[in-house]
Each structure stands twice: as structure tokens, then as C-alpha cells.
């Protein structure tokens, strides 16, 4: 059951787990079990957030979890101590799992090794974004587009959530390819994970284009411009996780986010379900 001992990274989930678990969202969620002691999850954000962490809060309400929220800038790592330190501190106070945005890859792993507790990765470093790319597949099912063609555009070198998208779409049978940026870098990423490329005159050929953000914070600048309505055939749905650069990852035409191709919104409303879901495993997970 994904989500039962939390969910750090999607490269090692078998490609069956990630199919059960999106056939699991088509049905009704079963109740939960009355708990005398609440369950509580610590949300640790390292990184600014919009969607992640309120989508996981308002699950986690949902289900009956109380959340405790720590906050970096009001806490004692300012007087120097050890982000280890930290988290064996905080683990005193015995939460019962953690909910982690970090900007080092493999932040999720560090914490759960100080701790021994159940981790909810939400994004580390350009390593994973699980929840988004789960969250996007489900978005994908819910317009019942299986097996589309599916091209990545934008800045993919620095993106966390393209690493989880990788395994999660091929789990889920889709064709991916990559926009050719005619950089070095781009073409090493896209080789490392056996992307095809395609030129930017074959976005039209595909059914799905999946813009990512220029990731400023990490470095990345925009070699490619925005992703151009004119450039996608009258059938293409594009995809963002958000949050959009308008005029920067997509242009004007397609932050018209009404239009019935775009899915950035569906998108948001199928990350916070997949989020509830995953928290919901994780309470019946728990003896
Ligand atoms: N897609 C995503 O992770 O958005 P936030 O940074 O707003 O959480």
C-alpha cells in the first residue's frame, strides 16, 4: 500500500505499486478506524511552498491528523545548531511521521535515518517530487488520457519533479520524450535517462507537453523561452506543476488556465487527492 511507511522516492517503487495505487483512487475511500491518541504529522518546510504544503495540510485535516509546523526561522538552528541535532530533537517529542521540503537531495533519507520515522518527501534538492508526479498521473487518468505521448519542456536538469514523473509515467505505459534545448547539459540529463528528443517543429506531434519551471533557486535560466500555443497541434494538453512563470515557462495563450487542454488546475485538485490517499494508507498502515 503506497504511502503505508511514507513515500520518499518513486525510482525504487515498482512500476505494479504506482498502477495499484492509481487504480486504488477510482474507488470510494473506506472509513477509518476512530483513534483514541491523534496521529501527528510535523511539517518541515525548508523551501517556499503553495500547493505541497497547504494540499497536505488540508488532507491531513481531512483525516483527522493534527499537524505540527516547524519553522527554520524561528527556531534554534539559528543559534547554530546542527540540523541533526534538530531532528533528534524534535523526534523527542515523538511525531509520527514528518511531511520534508529541503533544497539538498536526499534530505528525506538524512531525517530518516536520525529518526526512524515515517517520511512524506515533498520535494528535495533536484532529486523527487513524488506526490506531484503521482498527483499528475492521476490528473492524466481522470481526462482518461492513457498512453499519450508525452514530451518534457523547459529547464529538466534542475527539475525534482521530472525525476519522479520518469518512473511514475512509465509505470503507467506512456511514450516520454524530451524537447531538444541544444544544450550539453540537456542532452547528458535526457541521455542518463533514455528520453528520446524531439525538435521543437515535433511538439505538435505529441498528445501531452509537460512545461517545467525555470528553477531559478537552483541555478537554471531559461535557454528555451516560453512553451508557445502555436507550437502544440489543436489536440494538445499541456501540464505545469506549478507555480507557472507566466510569459517565462508558458506564454500568455497558455496561462489561460480555464482552457479545457490546459491541466495545471486539475493538476493541483488531483495532487491534493493523491496526497489524502497517501496519508490515508499511512493511518491504516498503523497498527
Ligand atoms: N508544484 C509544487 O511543488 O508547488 P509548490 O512549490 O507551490 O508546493
Not at 163 to 187: L, Y
Request: with cysteine; glycine share 8%; proline share 5%.
Amino acid at each position: 500500500m503506497l504511502g503505508a511507511k511514507g513515500l520518499i522516492s518513486l525510482a525504487s517503487v515498482r512500476a505494479s505499486e504506482i498502477q495499484d495505487f492509481i487504480r486504488s483512487l477510482k474507488a470510494k475511500d473506506s472509513p477509518l478506524k476512530t483513534r483514541a491518541k491523534p496521529v501527528i504529522g510535523l511539517m518541515a518546510f525548508f523551501e517556499k511552498s503553495t500547493r505541497t504544503r497547504v494540499s497536505f495540510e488540508k488532507a491531513g485535516l481531512e483525516l483527522g491528523i493534527r499537524w505540527l509546523n516547524f519553522e527554520e526561522e524561528m527556531s534554534s538552528l539559528g543559534k547554530g545548531e546542527s540540523l541533526e541535532e534538530t531532528f533528534r530533537t524534535l523526534q523527542e517529542m515523538d511525531p509520527d511521521f514528518y511531511v520534508l521540503r529541503h533544497p539538498e537531495a536526499g534530505f528525506p533519507d538524512w531525517v530518516s535515518e536520525w529518526t526512524g520515522a515515517a517520511i512524506f518527501n515533498a520535494g528535495d534538492g533536484a532529486r523527487e517530487h513524488p506526490t506531484q508526479a503521482l498527483g499528475d498521473l492521476w490528473a492524466l487518468e481522470q481526462r482518461g488520457l492513457k498512453k499519450q505521448k508525452i514530451a518534457f519542456y523547459g529547464d529538466v536538469v534542475r527539475s525534482r519533479v521530472i525525476r519522479s514523473c520518469i518512473p511514475a509515467f512509465r509505470a503507467m505505459k506512456h511514450e516520454i520524450f524530451w524537447v531538444d534545448d541544444q544544450t550539453t547539459e540537456g542532452r547528458d540529463f535526457a541521455k542518463s535517462f533514455e528520453l528520446p528528443r524531439i525538435s521543437r517543429k515535433k511538439i505538435k506531434d505529441m498528445d501531452v507537453v509537460y512545461a517545467l519551471r525555470t528553477q531559478k533557486e537552483r541555478g537554471g535560466e531559461s535557454s528555451m523561452g516560453p512553451l508557445r500555443a502555436k507550437e502544440l497541434g489543436d489536440k494538445t494538453f499541456w501540464m505545469h506543476p506549478g507555480p507557472v512563470l507566466q510569459n517565462e515557462d508558458l506564454d500568455w495563450a497558455l496561462c489561460q488556465f480555464e482552457n479545457p487542454h490546459c491541466l495545471v488546475r486539475p493538476q493541483v485538485r488531483a495532487c491534493l487527492e493523491v496526497r489524502r490517499r497517501l496519508l490515508q494508507n499511512f493511518l491504516k498502515g498503523r497498527k
